[in-house]
């Protein structure tokens, strides 16, 4: 068989087609991992959200996370413990939300341990979110496990 542009044109066409095919199988079988599951849904509430923003200013400072052998601690102070009327805690995994772990947070309850065997190394975001008097509060701290 004899080589000239028309075969050339032929081949290039071809690895291109199959290539282009690959890529997309390829991509196809790739997980998605949004930041969250319903992300437009959280957008559209951003006006309440940077209310509950300016709300939860004063108390950025109120907990305290530590790590020990065990597990990764979070205090609450006192002070803002007796005035929480129902929350949740959530390690919010970035990179895949399936490791995140979510946590009720009971009234009164002044310290929360995630154990250290559910955890994985890596980044977390802390979300602590909390309800006084009907208002909702948040503050969010990164937690680096190692």
């Keep these: ?28 079988r790739q997980p998605v991992n949004l930041v969250h599951k319903n992300y437009y849904e959280k957008g559209v509430d951003h006006t309440e959200q940077m209310n509950v923003n300016a709300r939860s200013k004063p108390f950025t400072r ?3 996370v530590n790590m ?10 006192n002070d803002l413990a007796s005035k929480i009327d129902s929350g949740n805690m959530q390690l919010y995994r970035p990179s895949d939300y399936t490791k995140d772990i979510r946590y009720k947070f009971l009234a009164g309850n002044s310290s929360i ?9 890596g980044r977390y975001i802390l979300k602590f979110t909390w309800y006084t008097d009907g208002l909702r509060y948040e503050v969010d701290r990164p937690v680096n496990i190692q």
């Design 1 to 28: 068989m004899k080589f000239n542009w028309g075969t050339g044109i032929f081949l290039f066409l071809a690895l291109f087609l199959a290539g282009s095919a690959v890529f997309i199988v390829f991509a196809v």
């Design 62 to 64: 109120s907990f305290e």
């Design 68 to 77: 020990n052998d065990e597990a990764l601690v979070i205090n609450i102070e």
């Design 113 to 121: 341990q995630f154990p250290k065997t559910e955890l994985i190394a």
